[in-house]
């Protein structure tokens, strides 16, 4: 038992740095060649479908069966919501990539608390990671998946951010490294913690639905293309998929 914690620890981390190596190669793109936007909107349609079911039918679920129904559906609660304070208190609303507005991130305090509002969320990233990695191989995979598919617009997000306050390509490249820290801190704290998974997990889950509901799909119903909304039922197909082909 205590080898198979073990082995599952080690590749939560391998995998964190792989997640975290994503967010950094978004960044490289932003900053030595040009990143078509429908790319990025079909990771993101995939991203958004992908944890959402990732969520509803894989992390709550294991969540409320680690703990009692009240407590881990209240901690899916607080974890939604505590994004949303970060999100609204310390990084301003702004769009992804080319949208992002110069007048909007101009002020150094600006582009600071976006970046910690965006390490916030790159951490609980990491810690959902570690903590599904925690309770099985197979919750660990499917939930690296969900992270992986946003990490790459992650990353350029963070770098567009950064180039449009008028800071050098280096210090985007830097910010995009600093996201992926943030995730690997994250899988490497959970893993250490191992005790409180029936906090992590849950806490977790409400991040996950955050991010999809709220953050990714909001940017897909911005495109007025059914090709689009047609990737998000493809994300949690997916995951359906991948649920009938394992034997677990």
Not at 50 to 65: D, G, H, K, N, T
Request: aromatic share 10%; with cysteine.
């Amino acid at each position: 038992m205590a080898h198979d914690i073990a082995f599952r620890t080690s590749l939560a981390a391998a995998l964190g740095l792989v997640a975290a190596t994503a967010n950094i190669i978004g960044g490289y793109f932003v900053v030595h060649r040009d990143w078509s936007r429908r790319v990025l909107q079909a990771f993101l349609a995939l991203g958004a479908g992908y944890m959402l079911a990732v969520a509803f039918l894989e992390i709550i679920p294991e969540s409320i069966r680690l703990s009692s129904d009240t407590q881990a559906l209240l901690l899916v609660l607080i974890g939604f919501f505590l994004v949303h304070l970060f999100e609204h208190t310390l990084a301003p609303h702004f769009h992804f990539g080319e949208e992002t507005h110069c007048e909007e991130v101009s002020h150094p305090h600006a582009r600071n608390t976006v970046l910690l509002g965006f390490a916030i969320h790159t951490f609980f990233d990491g810690v959902a990671i570690a903590a599904g990695f925690l309770v099985s191989t197979w919750l660990g995979a499917v939930i690296f998946f969900a992270v992986f598919l946003h990490k790459l617009p992650e990353g350029f997000t963070i770098a567009s951010f950064v180039l449009a306050s008028g800071q050098s390509r280096r210090s985007a490249l830097l910010a995009a490294g600093f996201l992926g820290a943030a995730t690997l801190a994250g899988v490497l704290l959970t893993s250490a913690l191992q005790g409180q998974l029936k906090y992590a997990l849950p806490l977790s889950g409400g991040v996950t639905l955050y991010v999809a509901a709220t953050d990714l799909l909001p940017e897909v119903n911005r495109e007025p293309n059914w090709r689009m909304a047609l990737l998000v039922f493809v994300g949690v197909a997916t995951l359906l998929i991948m649920q009938h082909l394992s034997p677990v």
